[in-house]
DNA sequence: TCTGGGGTCCTAGGACCC
DNA sequence: TCTGGGGTCCTAGGACCC
């Protein structure tokens, strides 16, 4: 009874690394939109002290001193990787669950009995790692979990296989002992402060509580970690393609917007995205939430967020129904005199594409619902946007500054590697 | 000067019902 | 003058994840 949990090393930093055999040994490091924050570090930027979320701005100067290299985020390049390395995966046991980018949860109940889950875990880090230059570490433990905790072990004892099979009692409950509460997969900043305050520091103390008290003093979720940190199995994998519940599309602005003109073209632009990534996911949504806020970092000047949540009488997953009613929950949420840093669409409450539910009230607003005219636009929008809504922004998404990208070497044919 | 984006789940409390 | 108890459903917001 075993899961493994495949992490990918500092991905995106990996990503970067896989067409440039020239950055081996370089720290490297990758920023999020509008070159805002670090993402992702290589393991030579984490040693020099580069951590995860800082802004850009602070480590910016010390880092190019040291000759480290920086990218834009690729997020087209990083997807096509991370779904070679989810197909690798799945070729070695029929249940994956693909739990991020760069995660995925194995069940290795379907191996044989007797099976070496160590060797099998190296086996594959080494094929991943051949067929497409990303390094891999495998955590096997008895629960998800647990093999979080695996991972956890492999970077702090930098095991060099990056492979660890948390098989019985005594070392499960020796990785416990090495890792804080913190560390703990469900366990974020708010929680860690209660828990230190109760006088529960590492991950083993926390596992010798009982779940019924965990449960009293804190939440049904402590309570199913605990249980996993003892041994029990309470998550399992989720493996069938479950389908969104909720889609969302916003941005930072790179620079400041104030006025109404320049905000609703960029706000149609989130609404246009929103509405394809919503007929990807063969769904219709019958509730549109608009959201505008200024920067919370900026703290002598005037703060406002405003949000806005519109009804559809009828779902649908027409751009001009949910134009309509971005529309109509923009207006009400902007105010002058306020300088917006983001923005952004949230859509909601899902049906699927077959089922039609009509209202009982005739709505004055009838949605122009319209299937195959949406299929069309999307069919010429697929590679590169050819058809504009009128109310969009015909040149971005949103005002971004970005200017560090690597090329988008497997997924687009004018930006593929040459070999001199 | 410059601080990401996209998700899920749970809970408390209000609205409403009989 | 006196004004219950038990339940469900929904939503906003919090906490967490990568």
């Known amino acids: 009874m075993a899961f493994a949990l495949v992490d990918c090393e500092s991905f995106y930093a990996s990503c970067e690394r896989i067409f440039r055999p020239d950055l081996k040994n370089i720290p490297i490091v990758v920023l999020s939109n509008n070159d805002g924050c670090v993402i992702a570090r290589s393991t030579e930027a984490k040693r ?3 951590g995860m979320g800082v802004p850009w701005f602070k480590v910016r100067d010390s880092f190019l001193k040291e000759n480290g290299k920086v990218f834009s985020s690729n997020f087209t390049f990083y997807g096509d990787i991370s779904a070679r390395v989810m197909n690798i995966l799945e070729g070695f046991v029929p249940r994956v669950e693909i739990y991020s980018i760069d995660e995925a949860f194995l069940d290795l109940d379907s191996l044989r009995q007797n ?12 094929l991943v790692k051949q067929w497409t230059g990303v390094p891999v570490r495998i955590g096997i433990a008895p629960n998800k979990t647990l093999s979080k905790i695996a991972i956890n072990e492999i970077k702090r004892r930098n095991i060099p296989t990056s492979v660890l099979h948390l098989s019985n009692k005594d070392q499960i409950k020796n990785a416990l002992k090495h890792t804080s509460v913190h560390k703990v997969w469900g366990v974020g900043r708010r929680l860690n402060d209660h828990l230190n305050a109760a006088g529960i520091n590492t ?20 309570e199913r970690t605990v249980r996993e940190l003892r041994g029990e199995r309470c998550l399992n994998i989720e493996d069938d393609i479950s389908s969104k519940k909720q889609i969302v599309v916003s941005r930072s602005f790179g620079e400041r917007v104030s006025n109404l003109e320049t905000l609703k073209p960029i706000v149609s632009n989130f609404a246009v995205r929103a509405s394809e990534k919503l007929r990807n996911e063969k769904q219709k949504c019958s509730q549109v939430s608009v959201f505008v806020r200024t920067s919370p970092f900026n703290k ?5 967020t405003g949000m806005k949540t519109i009804e559809l009488f009828t779902p649908t997953s027409d751009t001009r129904d949910i134009l ?5 929950g923009l207006l009400p949420i902007f105010r002058s005199g306020y300088d917006y840093a983001k923005a952004g669409i949230i859509l909601n409450r899902f049906s699927n594409e077959q089922t039609r539910q009509y209202s009982l009230f005739k709505d004055p607003n009838e949605p122009k619902e319209n299937t195959r005219f949406m299929k069309y636009i999307d ?4 590679y590169e946007t050819q058809i504009y809504y ?6 971005k998404w949103s005002p971004m500054k970005q200017n560090m990208t690597s090329p988008k070497y497997t997924t687009n044919w004018y930006e593929l590697p040459k070999v001199n």
Request: net charge positive.
């Open 390 to 395: 009128a109310s969009q922004n015909t040149k």
């Open 115 to 126: 099976y070496n889950l160590y060797d099998f875990g190296c086996h594959m880090r080494g």
């Open 324 to 328: 309509t009613a971005t529309k109509k």
């Open 203 to 222: 991950a083993l103390e926390l596992s010798e509580i009982s779940p019924q008290n965990i449960r009293r003093r804190f939440s049904v979720v402590l």
């Open 300 to 304: 002598n000047k005037p703060q406002h």
């Open 379 to 382: 069919q010429m929008n697929a």
């Open 48 to 50: 020099m002290g580069i």
